[in-house]
């Protein structure tokens, strides 16, 4: 026996994040994930349909509490979550620059945008209805007001492509959908779920209700279909969906999504040529919004 | 069943008949029922919760489940308005669909009888009614007959009364065995019909399984149709080894005296597979008989749309969500 004992890493097991807690996949099982050059990095969990189901359960509990809370409430919750995020941004840089092949310099970057683009959209929560609602002039003594509300459950079909897609990516879709007070199921991108994953564990522990934001890290051609199909989700964002024919890709799912009436927002043109960095603008913010209009009687 | 074989030797009803002629005889007989063995009891009910029901098989439960649900409001602010859209559910559970079966029963407060009965006019849903000081059975015999005799004048076609708990759990069992009989007798409408009566154990404030056991069998020599667990409004409610254990006292009721009685559990059964796990207990522990809306009851609200999402599910290959169900 030599002297030397020689120290065992610890190896981080991987979780979904659904309703607040971390269960483990329904059917038990997970697969690998490899970094860019093939070198394995963790098990991630195998999320199934049954999971995906039990997290639209959670988002649509989470749906009253969520949109009930004040914007400036909401805003203040999502910094906290950019709070949260600043202080574990070693581990999201080593995480990014492993799932997209990296330097540590450019993940480190993207992480930071990440954490900018982040605190950007809290800073929209109380803003939004500024710009997306109005006082409408009618003729007659009336107020006739538009305000937006939030449409309800989202699906997201998290990046899969497209340079920054495995956090940056992830969190300019996510943070507008959950900012004007949805809430999220997110199928998270099967290639790169790590920093998706880590993202729970902040969400966790940064004041957001459970359920708001549910993350499921799996095959999208099972994750995506059932949330295009399920009657219980309100919107679909299909940034991830997958190129070409077949479940899982945009067509099959608008086609899923058009039968439950859903809101749909499609994809890039090319994701892969999509690249995260740039502004992003309000386009996705005032995107998962229904408009109520009230006509208010002044009481003459 | 060593002991009733002591008791009903061969001949249906006749060893018990004498059991209830005083009181330390009916103590005699209850105390020397069989103790429960609560351990085996409770993995037998987790184990027959265990089976996996899909497809067709599922269909026919959920159809069959929703044929068997007391659909129940019971609140202090229940209003006439409630009880008629409750009502209309009752007699069209999910309005897309023509072809789901109607409820059971539709259960209320006395007061709310009337209402009820001309909401359900024409159709086979029965009216239940509560009675008897319900919840907690706190009042004089007098009131009890007449809260009774109240339900039944204005229509109801079924009594769930419940059983004094104080006087059952000091001991005094005739005096609860006498109180079921004048409760029957309350239920005779003077034309030679009665109306079926439920009696609620309140099985969490039973404190022990022997003493479920003990309730059961007295209910069902007071002259019980059905023997129902709970009201519904304190913690603990139905679960699945109560259940279990009444089931069986029933089927070793009709083995000693030929006669059957229905269970119903009811409180805190809120999901589809909850259900289901009810279904496959009867199905093992009574059979064929008993699974059918004449024997076996849920006393439910909100199993109801759980019920229909799934069934939509079936139908459509979409999962369904709340808002495709009615709020109540």
């Not at chain 1, 409430?73 to 799932?99: D, K, P």
């Amino acid at each position: 026996m030599s002297d030397v004992v020689t120290r065992l890493d610890v190896f981080k097991t991987y979780k979904l994040f659904v309703g607040g807690k971390f269960p483990r996949s329904e059917s038990g099982r997970v697969y690998e994930v490899t970094d860019a050059k093939g070198q394995w990095l963790a098990n991630a969990p195998l999320g199934t349909r049954k999971d995906t189901r039990d997290a639209v359960l959670a988002a649509r509990a989470a749906v009253k509490g969520w949109s009930g809370t004040t914007a400036y409430n909401r805003g203040q919750v999502l910094y906290r979550v950019a709070e949260m995020l600043q202080g574990r941004r070693e581990q999201f840089t080593a995480e990014v620059a492993a799932a997209e092949g990296l330097g540590a310099k450019k993940a480190a970057a993207l992480v930071d945008q990440a954490i900018d683009r982040w605190v950007w959209y809290a800073g929209w929560t109380d803003k939004v209805s500024q710009i997306a609602g109005a006082a409408n002039p009618v003729a007659g003594p009336f107020f006739n007001l538009s305000v937006p509300e939030p449409t309800g459950v989202v699906g997201i079909v998290a990046p899969q492509a497209g340079h920054g897609h495995s956090f940056l990516g992830l969190v300019s879709v996510l943070a507008p959908v959950i900012a004007t007070g949805n809430t999220a199921v997110v199928a998270v991108a099967a290639d790169a779920p790590l920093p998706a994953l880590s993202l729970g564990e902040v969400l966790a522990t940064s004041d957001v209700p459970g359920g708001v934001v549910n993350l499921v890290s799996g095959r999208t051609a099972d994750l995506a279909p059932t949330l295009a199909s399920h009657q219980d989700v309100n919107a679909l964002d299909l940034a991830g969906a997958i190129a070409g024919e077949g479940p899982g890709a945009a067509a099959s799912l608008e086609a899923l999504a058009a039968d439950t009436l859903k809101r749909v927002l499609r994809p890039a043109v090319d994701p892969s040529a999509q690249d995260w960095t740039l502004a992003p603008g309000t386009d996705r913010l005032l995107s998962f919004l229904e408009t109520k209009t009230v006509w208010h009687p002044m009481g003459q | 069943m060593s002991t009733l074989a002591a008791h009903a030797p061969g001949v249906a009803g006749g060893g018990l008949s004498d059991v209830a002629a005083s009181e330390a005889s009916l103590r005699r007989f209850l105390h020397g029922l069989p103790g429960v063995d609560a351990v085996g009891l409770e993995a037998r009910a987790a184990a027959l919760g265990t089976r996996s029901i899909k497809t067709t098989a599922k269909a026919f439960a959920i159809d069959l489940a929703i044929s068997m649900i007391d659909l129940t409001t019971l609140e202090g602010a229940d209003t006439v308005g409630k009880v008629r859209s409750l009502c209309i559910k009752g007699k069209h559970p999910d309005p897309t669909d023509p072809d789901t079966p109607q409820v059971a029963a539709i259960c209320v407060y006395p007061d709310m009888v009337a209402t009820a009965k001309a909401a359900l006019a024409g159709t086979a849903v029965q009216v239940a009614s509560v009675a008897t000081a319900f919840p907690a059975g706190r009042a004089a015999l007098p009131v009890k007959l007449a809260d009774t005799a109240d339900a039944v004048a204005a229509g109801a076609d079924e009594i769930d009364m419940v059983i004094d708990r104080g006087a059952f759990l000091s001991g005094r069992y005739l005096e609860v065995f006498e109180e079921i009989r004048a409760v029957r007798q309350a239920c005779e409408r003077g034309d030679g019909t009665a109306a079926h009566l439920k009696v609620i154990f309140e099985t969490g404030e039973l404190q022990t399984y022997d003493n479920v056991r003990r309730a059961s069998w007295l209910a069902m020599l007071a002259g019980a149709d059905f023997i129902k667990t709970s009201t519904g409004k304190v913690a603990v409610n139905a679960t699945p080894p109560v259940t279990l254990l009444m089931l069986e006292a029933v089927r070793d009721f009709k083995a000693a005296t030929g006669t059957q009685i229905g269970v119903k559990p009811a409180g805190g059964i809120r999901t589809t597979k909850d259900a289901m796990k009810y279904l496959v207990m009867v199905n093992e522990t009574l059979g064929d008989d008993w699974l059918s809306p004449n024997w076996f009851r849920f006393g439910a609200s909100s199993l109801l749309n759980d019920l229909l999402m799934q069934r939509q599910k079936l139908r459509t290959g979409r999962y369904s969500g709340p808002d495709y169900v009615t709020v109540d």
